[in-house]
């Protein structure tokens, strides 16, 4: 049987039925180990904060408010070949993408993700400071290996943000989300989620593409500073009850790992109008603040390249590549 004695201990646990005990000595029989062991095994889980029930005559159970994102708890929903097989798990990190990053370096393969509680110094576009609530989000970062040219690297910005709103609608079919371009997810024009894509490439090719994404999942409003309560919000807030992470980490695999194989073979043609079709900002007017200048005019949509049409008031079109957009 492969995997740790605590990684088997856990399994069983999370197999069990909700309030069903499993005994000391089952346990030991289905790891294959002594009983210290399996008392040991436990007090590690506790440690790593799993709540465990125990009772003297029936053995041991998880509390079922036990809420992790681990590969214990992400592997049973998972239905894709590649994204998600392998699974860094961190209490708490400096940011998944620092983390993924040296890991690529180690030849971690296509569709690893590295996920975290916590991370003390997310960072989001443009190096901007990301809020993460510790044990009440996603904080992941998907490394994909695509055969693909470095100038095409922004476009899994695009690819991801399709593949995470198309995730929360299958399993949260009452909320309406849409896409601010290039790289947020709003419900009720408020945030909830943030992608980040890095590129580590030679002169003619990408190395690995680093897919950071982060979700606002079963916050409270009281979580977010004072600040950040008009213009963010999170899962729970919006359907009035929390969710299960673990399930959406799977879910968001299952479409990233779909949309990935569609653009490599036909590249962002075919995943342009799903874009489109989630956007909430095409057709609206808009300010668009680059780094050289502010633009104002009506979004008609995005290029074969991902590019940004922003019609101005003289009807010329311009193409926008990078700038803070707001709806006016």
């Known amino acids: 049987m492969n995997g740790s004695t605590k990684e088997r201990v856990l399994q069983a646990l999370l197999q069990a039925k909700k309030d069903d005990y499993i005994s000391g000595a089952q346990l030991a029989t289905f790891c294959d180990v002594s009983r210290t062991s399996i008392w040991k095994a436990i007090q590690s889980l506790e440690q790593d904060g799993y709540t465990i029930v125990s009772a003297k005559t029936k053995g041991y159970r998880l509390d079922g408010d036990s809420d992790f994102v681990d590969a214990a708890h992400i592997e049973p929903y998972l239905q894709t070949k590649e994204i998600g097989r392998t699974i860094v798990y961190k209490k708490e990190v400096t940011s998944t993408q620092t983390v993924a990053s040296e890991l690529v370096k180690e030849n971690t393969p296509h569709g690893t993700i590295v996920i975290a509680e916590s991370q003390t110094a997310g960072r989001g576009r443009m190096e901007r400071p990301w809020e993460t609530t510790a044990a009440k989000g996603i904080w992941m970062t998907v490394v994909l ?66 897919v950071g ?21 999170s899962l729970a807030v919006e359907l009035g009850h929390t969710v299960d992470r673990a399930e959406l980490v799977a879910m968001i695999c299952s479409y990233l790992e779909n949309y990935t194989q569609l653009y490599v073979k036909h590249g962002f043609s075919r995943l342009k109008t799903l874009w ?49 957009i707001e709806l006016t």
Do not use: C
Request: proline letters at 6%.
């Open 276 to 324: 489109e079709e989630s956007s909430g900002t095409i057709g609206k007017r808009i300010r668009a603040t680059t780094l050289r200048e502010v633009l104002e005019g009506i979004a008609i949509g995005i290029t074969e390249d991902g590019v940004l049409q922003l019609q101005l008031d003289s009807g010329e079109v311009r193409g926008i590549y990078s700038a803070d």
């Open 213 to 233: 994404i982060g979700i606002n999942m079963n916050q409270a409003m009281s979580d977010f500073p004072d600040e950040l309560q008009t213009i963010a919000t």
């Open 145 to 210: 290996r695509p055969d693909i040219p470095p100038h095409q690297a922004p476009q899994f910005t695009l690819v991801a943000a399709v593949a995470v709103i198309n995730a929360m609608k299958a399993l949260y079919p009452s909320l309406e989300p849409v896409i601010k371009w290039p790289n947020d997810i709003l419900i009720g024009g408020k945030k909830t989620t943030g992608i980040l894509t890095e590129m580590l490439a030679e002169s003619d090719r990408v190395n690995a593409l680093l």
